[in-house]
Structure formats: C-alpha cells, structure tokens
C-alpha cells in the first residue's frame, strides 16, 4: 500500500497543536515573573532593608518603618522589571535559535519552526539535518542516522521503510523505519510521520533537556561571585565590628544593629550579577540585530580576545552566486560573462557538466551550470545512478539510460577527474597547467568527462568506467562587496583574517588579494597532511591561506592555532565542519546554509552568512565587554563614599549621616544606571583600533580595583568637605546634611560621567546616551522633590534647602569631577606607560581601564 505524503491539513495540525502543546522540551531554567520575584525576596539588600525597618519598629518609629518598607517594594520592583525584561529577550533570541522543519500540510512542502510540528506531521529530513521529532519513515532512499545520542553507539544505523508500522521501538538496530527527535541524518533523505513530539519523545522521555543559550558565561560568572562574596565577607565583618564598638561604647544596641544595617546596605555589591545577566542577555539581543545570533552568551566575553578568524570563501567572503564565466576544450581558452549567452564553441562541454548536476540542483555550482546549459536530460532517457562525491574522490557522475543507450557525465576536481581518465604524466601536467592559469583569474575549476556503457549492472564505484576527458570549466563567485572594508577593519583591529577553502590554491589567492587577505603563505590540503602537529603550529603563523582543505582537516587548523596561542574563531556549515566549530573558542555557523548539526556545535550563527556581518558581532563583543568593565567600575568606586559617609560619623562619634532610607534612595540610583545607563553606552572611538584583549585578563585588575576605589575616595572627600563647609558657613545640622547629600548625588552623577569613557570626563560629557539624560533627569527630580516636600524632607531628617546650601553642593560636586577629570588623565598616562615598558600589547592596556 502506497504511503500518503499529503500531509496534514492546517487544521487539524492546529488543533493537535492546542490539544498536545509545542514541539519543545521541558526547560526547568526558564523562570516565570513568580520565580523571579522569589529569587529577588532573596536578595540580601531586601532583607537588609526589612531588617532596618523592623529595627525603626522596635524604636516606635512607624514612620521610618514604612519608608524602609516603600523603598523594599521599589527596590523588588525595579529588579523584577529588569530580570523579567532580560528573561523575555532570552526568550526571543530562544525563539530564533529554534530549527526550522521541512513539512508536508495539504501536499505542499513548507518550513516551520520545529516547534510547531504535531503528531501526524508528515517532515522531510536530509542529510546533514537533525530529526525534529520522533516519527515513521514512509519515503526515502539511502537514510543512515547516527543515534549515539541515545544509544552511546557512534556507529550509523541504516533505516528502511515502512507503510504499515505506527508505534515506535526502541533507539538502534539495523534497518529499522524508526528516526528520532535529536538524532542526525548522516546520509540519503526520506518523508517521515511524526509519532511523538515534546516530552513525549524519547529525548524528552530521558530528559535530555538541550538549551540553546546560556544565560551567562562561565569565567565572568565566576569572577562576579568572587568579588561578591569577598564584598559581603567584609561587610560582615565591618557591620559586626561596628555594632560591637558603638554597642559597647554608647551602650545603645539598636541604634548599633540601625548602623550596622546601614553599613552593611552601603558595602553590598549585589549590583554584580544583575549588570553581568543583563549586560549577557542584552549584548546577545544586540548582536542578533546585527544578523548574528548568539548561542552559548559565552562568545560575547570572547570576541574581544579573538586574534585569529579563520573563515570560508564561498557564501561568506563570496555572494555563494555562481556563475560560468571560462571553458577550456580542445585547447582552446573561451572566456564570456555572467551577462552573456554561453559561447556556442563550449556549449556541449556545458551541456555535458549539466548532466553531471542533480536534475533539480541547489548547489550553486550545479544551478550555474543549469543557468548556463541550453538542454536538460534527453527527452527519452532517466536517470538511472547517481555517485556522490566520496572523501577519497571529490567528483560525481550521473549515469543517463535511453533509447542511445547509457551515458555517464562526471564532473568534479580536475586532479580526481583526470586520475579517473587514466591520464598520462605529460596530459595530466598539461591539463594542469590550464587549470592553474584559469584559478589564477579568480575561478573555480572542474573537469568534465564522460563515458559511455552497455547492458549490465553498473559497477560501485567511478573508478571502474573508462572516462574520456572532455575538458575545464571555470566558476566565478563574485566578492561580497563590502568585504575588502571588513577585511581592513579587523586587520586594524589586530585580528589576523585566514581563508580556509577547498578551492585551488591560486583561485584562493586570488580571491584573498581581493579580499584584502594579503601577505602570508598559502598552505595545501597535501602540505597540511605531511605536517605534525607540532610542526604545523609553528607553521601557522606565517599562513594566510589554506587551500584543497578537506571539512576535516579544519579541525587540525583549529587545534594548531590554538597551540599556538592564538583565539580562533571558525566558520563552517557542514556536517564535517562540526568537530572544528567545537573545538574553536568561537565557532561560527553559517545560518542560510549550513546545516542543523554545524549550527548546534557553533557558538554564533550567521543568519545572512555575510563576512561582515561576523565583524560586526566583534565590533560590539568589544563594546558589550568595554562597557561591562565601565558598569563594574562604576559598582565600586560608587559603594566607596557611600559606605564612608555611612561608617565615618559612626567612628567619630557623630550622628548617623546615612540612615538605610538614604541608601536605598541611592540605590534607586545605582542599579539603573549600572545595568541599563552603561549597557547602552556608545562604542569607543578605538574600540576596532587595538590590539585583542588578553583572555585570561580579569574583568576588573587589582590596578582597576585601586583605581576605581581612588575615584570613590575622590567623592567621598568632595562630600565630606562639602558637609564641613556646609556647617562652617552656618547651616543648620539637618541642612547640612542635606547640602552634603545632594552633593553625593552628584557625585554619583560625576562618577558615571567619569566612568562612562576611557578618556578624558571632558569627552565623555560629549557622548550621547539617551537614558542617561532620563536617568540623571529624574533622579534630580526625586532629589528637589524630597527636599522640597516638608512631610518627605523630615522622612529624609532634611533641613530646609538655601541658595547657599545649593552652591555649595554645586561647588562640592564640580571639585570632585575636577578632580576625577585629573585622576583619569593621570590614570591613562600611567597605564599607558607600564603597558609600554612590559611590552604589553595595547588591549591589555584597556583591560585594566
């Protein structure tokens, strides 16, 4: 009984679809706007702000209480909208990682997203492609799938088919109609109905849950953790200190515990993971804007370091638009262009290259030969064999039978053809020499040849026909046109462009000059192959083409890079290229047409598989990673006066300066401009200018950290002499303290424009941020309305505000950001220099900025 390949109508799969759910598996890391809030409640700055409201209950200030508290859901909310907001664009850029599946509804072919497939679906599956889903294979030829993924055998199984069964068995065995969801296609094609979708498949069964994306990186996770938890060591201890000393000395243990609480509140980073989840989660919306999808968040710490880029010719250097552009035949040299007719001098060995092209091509090569051919396969023949290109003989035949009985047209790498024509030695050097001349122009070259057979079974492989030589064709891909700039641009950027191709080595060179690629050997598939390892690390670095490179050889390539101590990003798009994109520190996949197993190894995906697409992602890999460092920075030297003003007085035996509502208040600053304000800072103006950042360099450098803390040392004495100057021109305690506060407000302001540029604050005072004028706008606002307000000034123990309060916060807050304008300058002449005098290349001298 013949299967039914019509599929299912649209809506029947839309009501299977509602009845069954979606084609996806189960994610226990996605969080819901519940388990986000849970996580929050959790925060130690929540708890430390309910902590000091109860401790203003003890005390019968019910007043004091409800502000800690207000300020507690203020604190919730504004993190709940920034993890909620992060955790929807981590959704979307899921959405967009989500595989695509051939599927027959109503009998026309379509692609959806594999999430939509139901029970029922009829999918076609291929080579090289990932089963969606668990199903029956009703049609096909050839199928082989590796199902190590479930069984743990790496051998392939072959599978046949089946029009009667319609319950699965268990994963592996021979000739079985079963394919399941995860499994890989490594060779023929088939229609398969899908059985079983979601959890109800075998992956889903074992819970073999496979997320697209992390949500943060793993070394930059860990550095966060680490400064948190030395952070809160030291708080700890301080607070316990602090409390010990004023309990003791003053003999009042709540307003102790009140300082210890603020102390405490002033001397948590708990900023840290926020800006590092948001900063990931953001730079990955960012760079799939630029046609580049992120996978593993991992790759956005890594671009910045890359130095090497080893990227493919055809489709990503190339607009992968073949075209037939030159023939040798019977000696003759005939060169046309893309915009004319096919000369009639070469039109039989064209006609012949067609028959040697699949019948319905999506090779760009076999399309130009169809473009160019003016016949298709004779009127009273079919085809009767195809033979693949095969590792061992890059060339395929198709063997036509008719009424004139068999012809076998065969086309592929001239040296594979011209060895199957049995050649001799001066021929084949001959023969060689055009092709070498034909690639020199930039062409891709194939031979074309043919045989013709009688009755009888045909042999297995190409090597039993007795070939005739026909002659060379040549295939121009043109360059993408905004490669040479891309090229230039990572150049200047430090980062070293390798083309890895399987093409001549002089067609590669000569796209390469094209390109920009200049300079550096060209090494073969054949040299490569006679290297050692070791030899061919040291090899690499005078190498700027590799050609006649196999899709496993890159993995070598990859291997002898990094020995060599270089960062190495890969592009690839086949099955072959999934070893080499793993093994890569980024491994780039091509979007458009590499297939599922390259894109699910590769850290990026191309989604327009455009080369300057590939730099762009670099480009703001370097500017998520500037501007992380800028938020991080700003998190420390920001908590510095904070927590002075917050333990001073207490030491000194002052009243308390900073009550847990002064510092929650800031807080409501701080987090917004640390995670949103530098997120969405501008690039530098350097950033493709240097050198690649070191990799091993730490986010935030012990001379980082010092310096960072002088900038909130700087505040911190702006805000004290402010206080000092304050009282000494006659202000009321409480007007001083609120003089001194708004001074410290902007400071903190003066921090961010400090901190928001490696140059001078003179410049950074120029860049453009939208959300930075919003934030800043509004918190000065908040500021003039609590000083303004009498019932929220005593809230905050504000005295009334005067012009001479004001000027002075004014003349306090422009001392300070003159004075963290000098400490900039001076920072960057010293950097500079250490970095000159160790040799150090010039990116790690940013690293420490």
Not at 102 to 114: F, I, K, Q, T
Not at 232 to 250: E, H, N, Q, S
Request: net charge neutral.
């Amino acid at each position: 009984m013949a299967p039914d390949l019509t599929g299912l109508s649209e809506a029947q799969a839309a009501e299977r679809l509602r009845a069954e759910g979606p084609n996806i598996l189960p994610d226990p890391d996605r969080r819901g706007l519940a388990r986000i809030a849970l996580e929050v409640l959790r925060e130690p700055m929540f708890l430390l702000l309910l902590g000091g409201g109860g401790i203003y209950l003890v005390l019968g200030d019910l007043r004091e209480a409800l502000v800690l508290a207000a300020f507690a859901l203020l604190s919730v909310g504004i993190a709940v909208v920034q993890e909620y907001r992060s955790e929807r664009v981590l959704e979307a850029l899921r959405d967009l990682t989500n595989p695509l599946a051939n599927v027959v509804r109503d009998g026309v072919r379509r692609r959806l997203p594999s999430r939509d497939l139901v029970r029922g679906d009829l999918i076609a599956i291929a080579e090289g492609e990932r089963v969606p889903a668990d199903a029956l294979l009703r049609a096909g030829h050839g199928v082989e799938v590796d199902e190590s993924l479930l069984t743990g055998e790496f051998a392939p199984v072959r599978k046949a088919l089946s029009t009667t069964a319609t319950a699965l068995a268990a994963p592996g065995g021979e000739d079985t109609p079963f394919v399941f969801s995860g499994t890989l296609l490594v060779r023929g094609d088939g229609l398969a109905e899908v059985v079983a979708t979601g959890p109800r498949s075998e992956i889903g069964k074992i819970g073999k849950a496979l997320r697209a994306i992390e949500s943060q990186p793993a070394r930059l996770s860990r550095e966060t953790r680490s400064l948190v938890r030395i952070a809160g060591v030291a708080a700890f201890l301080v607070c316990a200190a602090v409390v010990l000393i004023i309990g003791l000395a003053r003999g009042s243990w709540l307003q102790a515990l009140l300082g210890g609480v603020s102390i405490g509140m002033s001397m948590l980073p708990e900023e840290f993971p926020l800006v590092l989840t948001v900063f990931m989660v953001m730079g990955a919306w960012r760079i799939s804007r630029a046609r580049v999808l992120t996978r593993r968040a991992s790759a956005i710490e890594t671009l910045g370091s890359a130095t090497v880029l080893c990227t493919d010719k055809t489709g990503t250097l190339t607009q992968n638009r073949m075209t037939l552009t030159c023939a040798w035949m019977d000696g003759d040299l005939v060169s046309w262009t893309a915009a004319e007719a096919t000369p009639p001098a070469v039109l039989d060995l064209v006609n012949l290259g067609a028959l040697a092209s699949a019948p319905r091509p999506f090779d760009p090569m076999e399309l130009a030969f169809h473009a160019a051919a003016d016949t298709g396969p004779p009127d009273d023949g079919h085809l009767e064999k195809t033979y693949d290109l095969t590792p061992g003989c890059p060339a395929m035949a198709q063997v036509w039978a008719g009424a004139g009985g068999r012809r076998v047209a065969v086309k592929g790498a001239p040296e594979a053809v011209l060895r199957l024509c049995r050649l001799d030695d001066g021929r084949m050097r001959d023969i060689m020499a055009m092709v070498e001349r034909m690639a020199e122009g930039g062409a891709r070259v194939l031979a074309v040849a043919e045989a013709r057979v009688g009755v009888g079974p045909l042999p297995d492989t190409l090597e039993a026909f007795a070939l005739a030589f026909r002659g060379l064709v040549g295939l121009s891909d043109p360059l993408r046109p905004g490669v040479p700039a891309a090229v230039a641009e990572c150049q200047g950027a430090g980062l070293r462009v390798v083309m890895v191709t399987g093409d001549y080595p002089s067609t590669a060179r000569a796209i390469a000059t094209l390109a920009g690629i200049r300079g550096g050997a060209t090494l073969t598939g054949g040299d490569l192959r006679a290297l050692s390892d070791e030899a061919l690390a040291r090899r690499v670095g005078d190498v700027s083409v590799f050609a006649r490179i196999l899709p496993e050889e890159k993995l070598r390539i990859v291997r002898a890079f990094k020995a060599a101590g270089e960062i190495v990003a890969m592009t690839g798009d086949g099955v072959n290229d999934a070893p080499a994109l793993k093994a890569a520190d980024i491994g780039i996949a091509m979007g458009a047409r590499g297939t599922e197993v390259a894109r699910a190894g590769a850290d990026l995906v191309l989604l327009d598989d455009d080369f300057g697409s590939i730099v762009e992602a670099i480009r703001l890999g370097r500017r998520i990673y500037d501007n992380l460092q800028k938020a991080m920075g700003f998190v420390v030297a920001v908590h510095v006066p904070i927590a002075g003003l917050a333990i001073l007085p207490l030491l000194l035996g002052l009243p308390i300066f900073l009550a847990p509502a002064h510092i929650a208040f800031l807080e409501m600053i701080i987090d917004p401009v640390c995670s949103l304000v530098f997120e969405a800072e501008a690039e530098e103006g350097d950033v493709m200018r240097r050198a690649p950042r070191d990799a091993g360099a730490r986010l935030l450098a012990s001379r980082a950290l010092a310096y960072r803390g002088a900038q909130g040392v700087c505040v911190l004495v702006a805000v004290a002499a402010t206080y000092v100057e304050a009282t000494t021109w006659g202000l009321p305690d409480d007007s001083a303290r609120a003089t001194a506060f708004l001074a410290l407000v902007l400071g903190v302001l003066g921090l961010v424009m400090a901190t928001r540029s490696f140059g001078p604050v003179v410049g950074a005072l120029m860049r453009p941020n939208r959300l930075l004028v919003l934030v800043a706008g509004v918190v000065l606002l908040a500021v003039l309305a609590v000083m303004a307000a009498p019932g929220v000034r005593e809230l905050f123990h504000f005295g009334p505000p005067t012009t001479r309060g004001l000027l002075c916060a004014l003349a306090g807050a422009g001392g300070s950001l003159v004075i963290l304008d000098l400490l900039q300058r001076l920072y960057g002449l010293l950097t500079r220099r250490v970095a000159a005098a160790s040799g150090a290349r010039q990116g790690g001298a940013r690293d420490v900025a």
